[in-house]
């Protein structure tokens, strides 16, 4: 009997540890659109988001390659609605993490399938499976820092979960308020991008 075709994310191979990972080297400017109340190197433990560790063991810190990318993880996620909450803006700042040789599991083109990954790794939720990956590359004898993959809000970006060992390797260096000088002009200009409103407080 054929067995039935199913749209889920595979869980990783079982001689993943074994195979050799298509690791990138990632050095310079990294970015994150966070809570001006939290702070800018926070690795999550929650279990709630995308590459989160499934038991909480380590943190996961979420950036991407280039600030637009941050917008679009952190304001696009509501489909349904056309408009972002004034609140939320002003709530939120922009902040650049200078990385020093990272190294991280590159999934963001060839590099999937060398895993036996395809790109259903950035849509797939819940995110049961996809911390099983996390887990298997965290667990993987070539200890990469992180993970880049594609922006599922906008798949031109490349994003990025860093592991909690990394820290080290990471300073901040900038912070701006998303909605205060010089930093207005550019959020405005991403929110004219998607053809988003501001909804005022």
């Known amino acids: 009997m054929a067995l039935k075709p199913t749209n889920k994310l595979p869980a990783p191979p079982p001689d993943l540890a074994k195979r050799p990972l298509p690791l990138k080297r990632v050095q310079g400017a990294i970015f ?10 926070h690795f999550g433990k929650n279990i709630s988001e995308r590459f989160d560790d499934p038991l909480g063991n380590y943190g996961v810190l979420y950036g991407a390659m280039r600030p637009e990318a941050s917008f679009a993880e952190v304001f696009l996620r509501r489909l349904s609605l056309m408009l972002v909450q004034e609140s939320d803006l002003i709530e939120r700042c922009l902040s650049r993490i200078e990385c020093r040789a990272l190294r991280c599991v590159d999934l963001t083109g060839a590099g999937l399938r060398k895993v036996s990954c395809d790109n259903r790794i ?5 995110y049961h ?9 965290f667990e993987h004898p070539l200890k990469p820092h992180g993970i880049l993959y594609r922006s599922r809000h ?3 970006f490349v994003c990025l979960a860093l592991f909690d060992h990394c820290q080290a390797n990471l300073t901040l260096r900038l912070t701006e308020s998303l909605m205060a000088e010089p930093r207005r002009k550019w959020t405005i200009n991403q929110i004219a991008k998607y053809n988003l409103a501001i909804e005022p407080m």
């Open 32 to 41: 994150r659109i966070h809570r001006k109340n939290q702070p800018c190197l």
């Open 122 to 126: 950035t849509t797939e939720k819940p």
């Open 129 to 137: 499976t996809v911390g099983l990956w996390s887990q298997a590359f």
């Open 154 to 156: 906008n798949p031109r």
